[in-house]
């Protein structure tokens, strides 16, 4: 009975704070649950609200469930929102190196002095975005978007496209010498 009603509690609340954003995003009431909307909806947890992927499927556990509900009582037979929206949640079991940040910008300038710009910038993208050799070499300039944060990978592993947030900007200019 109280873990009913704890999960309630929280479908509860993970919709109130879907319909808030909806309104103060959009000027007024959501009237339709649409997928455009879940999916920026999604961005914006992970960029403005800097939340974690385990929180980000937490809210989306009450759009899931809400989502359901329209599809079983007949207001619509659109799927808004499944399982394969959920993001990643990668558990830390044993990490197989650790590197420290410091170690990480020393290496980032050492390429930028000694390779050049392009270099930086791909070793920049990998070390900040975690993409493979592969999937950074593929990438065009369109599937990069510094406002919303985000890379769309379009050939990953298995040739899926996913796409990948990160929070800190970083400015790549040449070094003043």
């Given amino acids: 009975q109280r873990q009913m009603c704890i999960r309630d509690r929280a479908y509860c609340q993970g919709m109130k704070e879907y319909m808030r954003w909806h309104e103060e995003t959009f000027g007024k009431r959501m009237k339709m649950f649409l997928r455009a909307n879940v999916l920026d909806y999604i961005s914006y947890l992970r960029t403005v609200k800097g939340l974690s992927n385990r929180s ?9 469930s809400f989502n359901l509900y329209l599809i079983a009582a007949g207001y619509t037979k659109e799927v808004v929102l499944d399982k394969q929206d ?13 590197v420290s940040r410091e170690e990480v910008e020393r290496f980032r300038q050492e390429i930028l002095e000694h390779c050049g710009i ?8 990998l070390a900040y975005a975690g993409l493979r050799i592969s999937e950074c ?9 510094l406002p919303a944060r985000e890379i769309k990978v379009r050939h990953g592993k298995g040739d899926k496209m996913r796409v990948v947030y990160f929070l800190s900007l970083i400015h790549i200019s040449e070094p003043t010498r």
């Fill in 118 to 125: 392009r270099d930086y910038a791909i070793v920049t993208i």
């Fill in 86 to 98: 959920y993001l990643k949640v990668q558990l830390a079991y044993a990490s197989p190196s650790t």
């Fill in 137 to 145: 070499l593929a990438l065009r300039v369109e599937d990069i978007s």
């Fill in 56 to 64: 980000v499927n937490a809210k989306l556990a009450s759009l899931h």
